[in-house]
């Protein structure tokens, strides 16, 4: 197949394989603003000052990338925020592996009980690069995409967890030439898709 309708295909089979089950209500996973923590007064105000989060990181510089938060209403498997980033120590890609945190609190980033980080390690001759964190109501579980950067190729692999400690094999979704898929975003839409 040509690049293109390659490249189409994985995206629309990532993103069958993110529906939820026909007639089965998809749940806000965006907090309401009552629901944040101190709220404000009205939601122009919503938009928080950067702030230095204290993170441990497996490489022990405490520098991170590319955060990524999936934000529960309500607590799930114990913690409210789930978050995935990658460290990157003055600016070396050979750290930069996707690794996972989990809090009660935007400012609380630790390390989920039983999860060993980082959670993935690139080929030889490659780097990982820009995870994305999201949650499947229909299969009750998160969800991380990243990119590996290889010297010919991106590719975006996806790894699923149903507790937030035990994380599935990471499995190929998409491939492009090198630099044509990056920063990968995945959201769920309203009905599921």
């Not at 520098?63 to 209403?73: C, G, N, Q, R, S």
């Not at 001759?125 to 009750?140: F, K």
């Amino acid at each position: 197949m040509p690049p293109r309708i390659t490249r189409l295909a994985l995206l629309a089979l990532a993103l069958v394989a993110c529906r939820a089950t026909p007639g089965e209500p998809s749940p806000s996973l965006v907090p309401e603003l009552e629901q944040i923590d101190d709220p404000p007064a009205d939601a122009s105000a919503a938009i928080l000052e950067p702030q230095a989060v204290r993170v441990y990181t497996y490489d022990g510089s405490g520098e991170l990338v590319h955060p990524d938060a999936v934000v529960f209403p309500h607590s799930w498997k114990g913690m409210r925020y789930w978050y995935a980033a990658t460290p990157y120590p003055f600016g070396n890609a050979a750290f930069e592996n996707p690794s996972s945190y989990a809090g009660n609190s935007r400012d609380d980033w630790h390390l989920p009980a039983g999860v060993s980080n980082p959670l993935a390690m690139p080929e030889k001759g490659a780097y990982l690069s820009d995870p994305d964190l999201s949650y499947d109501p229909a299969r009750g579980e998160l969800r991380l995409y990243y990119r590996q950067t290889t010297s010919t190729a991106d590719q975006v692999f996806l790894k699923t967890s149903r507790d937030g400690s035990t994380w599935g094999e990471s499995t190929l979704v998409l491939e492009d030439a090198r630099y044509n898929a990056i920063s990968p975003a995945i959201a769920r839409e309203a009905d599921g898709s």
